[in-house]
């Protein structure tokens, strides 16, 4: 049997679609909900990455804000700003962009997220 091709373009306007009367409905209620994305370094691809992200949610009326961290910054540094997103209440959705450097444990980044608050759903409770 060959396979199927997927048109993901057409599967991301439909959700897109989906999701926006319920942003509406959200924005009536006064709730913006706001996405954070945590990057680490200069990767111009992870860059570029956490750039389309922010597009996409200001396309879709979601607040948005960037941390960028320096190549050198702590593992505890990183934790501790983990930390504060999970207890930001502006703040819904937490992804922490990849590939991180070699002194942060990837296993200590992505279980330092509020599960409810994982958009990648990397944490151990929703894998």
């Avoid at 991301?12 to 954070?36: F, M, N, Q, S, Y």
């Avoid at 922010?54 to 934790?79: D, F, I, N, Q, Y």
């Avoid at 502006?90 to 992804?95: E, P």
């Amino acid at each position: 049997m060959p396979g199927e091709l997927i048109d993901g373009k057409k599967i991301a306007d439909e959700v897109r679609a989906e999701l926006k009367p319920r942003l509406v409905a959200l924005a009536k209620a006064g709730i913006v909900p706001g996405l954070a994305a945590i990057i680490v370094g200069e990767d111009p691809g992870s860059k570029l990455y956490v750039k389309m992200k922010g597009k996409a949610s200001e396309e879709m009326g979601l607040a948005h804000w960037t941390v960028e961290l320096p190549e050198k910054v702590s593992e505890r540094r990183l934790l501790d700003e983990i930390s504060r997103l999970n207890a930001d209440l502006k703040v819904h959705g937490i992804l922490v962009q990849q590939p991180l450097p070699p002194q942060i444990r990837l296993d200590a980044a992505v279980s330092a997220v509020d599960p409810r608050k994982d958009v990648d759903c990397f944490h151990p409770t929703n894998v």
